[in-house]
């Protein structure tokens, strides 16, 4: 597995990620054998959230790790925090509950990085920085985050606390590619050139920040999955295609694909079947020529001009 620098850390990290949010749903056996298998493939960085399963995540990984006996110091944990049912809520008051929570839940005495989970526009950054302050100082977080931010949404934050932010998680992947498309068609008026992301993907490579793509096989708004999707055939037939010229599976090409840039980019994958966890690692091997790449740029629907 090829591993990464997390942020300006130098902690080094594997490329993909396994993401718990289906956890909630697995008995601690099967969740054990999801955690053994991801080990073994050299995947060792695990994100969750307060509120995936309502907790119910966090408690079956917790009692999962527990029962295979595993090592804290060997694994890598990440949680988030700031959406509560039906508004977001970065208050110190929170922030400091919420990761109280997770420790709790997951059985563990700290968390390698806490990221704040979708922006919450009433935040006041100086209550965010007590927050971070009191849990590094207490040795329950080590580095800090966010999700789905923009770049003056984290200098904003960045200018209060005295950590660096070292992650943002946004949605990323071939049908997902915005953050790509904007800056190949800067100056033109089509609606790949709209600038949603406020030059995210360059301020992170700026700033050291590592992000982490969530969904990566997703198309629209948590719509389905487009691999094997007949409504994207000529995506489909592409991502085959090059499958069978670097040896791997549709879902390895497409984990491939987002590993290539250069931002070094962290694939979060949410899968919960051992086979596709062994068939994701594999494709973290290979590398895409530069014409490959842009060949499924284009196959997903973007235009080079």
Known sequence: MKQINLGSTGLKVPQVALGCMRMSGLSKKEAA???QTSIEQEINFFDHADIYGAGQAEIIFGEAIKELGLNREELIIQ???????GFYDF????????????????G???LDVLALHRPDTLMEPEEIAEAFDILQQQGKVRQFG???????????IQRSINQKLVVNQLQFGLKHGGMVAYGMNNNMENTAGIYR???????SRLNDITIQAWSPYQYGYF???????DDFKEL????????????????????????????????IIGTMNTKRIKDVALASDITLSREDWYTLYKASGYELL
Request: aromatic share 4%; glycine share 10%.
């Open 33 to 35: 054998d999801v955690i």
């Open 223 to 229: 719509e389905g999955v487009f691999l094997g999707n």
């Open 236 to 267: 489909n037939d592409v991502i085959n295609q090059m499958a069978e010229k670097y040896g791997v599976t549709d879902t390895g090409i497409a984990t491939a694909w987002i590993n290539r840039h250069p931002a070094n980019i962290q694939t």
């Open 91 to 106: 208050s110190k008051k929170h922030i400091i509950n919420s990761v109280e929570g997770s420790l709790k839940r997951l």
């Open 146 to 156: 966010v999700s789905n931010q923009g770049p003056m949404q984290m200098e904003l």
């Open 197 to 203: 992301d406020g030059g995210i993907l360059e301020h």
């Open 108 to 110: 563990v005495d700290y």
């Open 79 to 85: 949680s988030k925090c700031g959406i509560r049912d």
